[in-house]
T-cell receptor
Framework: DAGVIQSPRHEVTEMGQEVTLRCKPI?????LFWYRQTMMRGLELLIY????????DSGMPEDRFSAKMPNASFSTLKIQPSEPRDSAVYFC?????????????FGQGTRLTVV | AQKVTQAQTEISVVEKEDVTLDCVYE???????LFWYKQPPSGELVFLIR??????QNEISGRYSWNFQKSTSSFNFTITASQVVDSAVYFC????????????FGGGTRLMVKP
């Protein structure tokens, strides 16, 4: 398996524009997580899904952020409109729960810069 | 609520020195997992170890060792004979048993190993 795949790796956008980050989890994993890493706040969970259903989105900063998981192999994190303070590295991770419980595997991250 | 504290924000050692990274956690869950991840300068998050709350045996993997002490809520990480390639940010993290490895991260410790 290629691991968790995120795209794009880098994104530079202007304030006010819509940004969509994409994630393909490891096949067979039933949990998917979106994390954000900033200097000020470190690594923080934004939202996670179990079997494509959002379970906890309490970490989503505000209504400008939304996440979807239309199927088991794809998730998006959208910011609309984007602001400079959204600049961060966004990580997607997936894991398998149950009897074959695995650790969370992380993608390479998307470095977002909003100017 | 869960909390992970890594009191050491930055450590600098000379190659071949031993170094211990501290991690203290708080949780009300009786069953939980503890993790260490490494983030090298390239930015990805590399899984190092996962321990469950019922397994207090110390673990050694090559130059790495981990000391889990439930009595002090600590999960410390020691690198023996450090090498320049060990330079990275190291994160300690905590997950409740029923959350699919949803992670609460500590603030990270930046380790610099000088030649």
């Amino acid at each position: 398996d290629a691991g968790v795949i995120q795209s794009p790796r880098h994104e530079v956008t202007e304030m006010g524009q819509e940004v969509t980050l994409r994630c393909k989890p490891i096949s067979g994993h039933d949990y998917l997580f979106w994390y954000r890493q900033t200097m000020m706040r470190g690594l923080e969970l934004l939202i996670y899904f179990n079997n494509n259903v959002p379970i906890d989105d309490s970490g989503m900063p505000e209504d400008r952020f939304s996440a979807k998981m239309p199927n088991a192999s794809f998730s998006t994190l959208k910011i609309q409109p984007s602001e400079p303070r959204d600049s961060a590295v966004y990580f997607c991770a997936s894991s398998l729960a149950g009897t074959q419980n695995t650790e969370a595997f992380f993608g390479q991250g998307t470095r977002l810069t909003v100017v | 609520a869960q909390k992970v504290t890594q009191a050491q924000t930055e450590i600098s050692v000379v190659e071949k020195e031993d170094v211990t990274l501290d991690c203290v956690y708080e949780t009300r869950d009786t069953t939980y997992y503890l993790f260490w991840y490494k983030q090298p300068p390239s930015g990805e998050l590399v899984f190092l170890i996962r321990r469950n709350s019922f397994d207090e045996q110390n673990e050694i993997s090559g130059r790495y060792s981990w000391n889990f002490q439930k009595s002090t809520s600590s999960f410390n990480f020691t690198i023996t004979a450090s090498q320049v390639v060990d330079s990275a940010v190291y994160f300690c993290a905590l997950s409740a048993d029923n959350a699919g490895n949803m992670l609460t991260f500590g603030g990270g410790t930046r380790l610099m190993v000088k030649p």
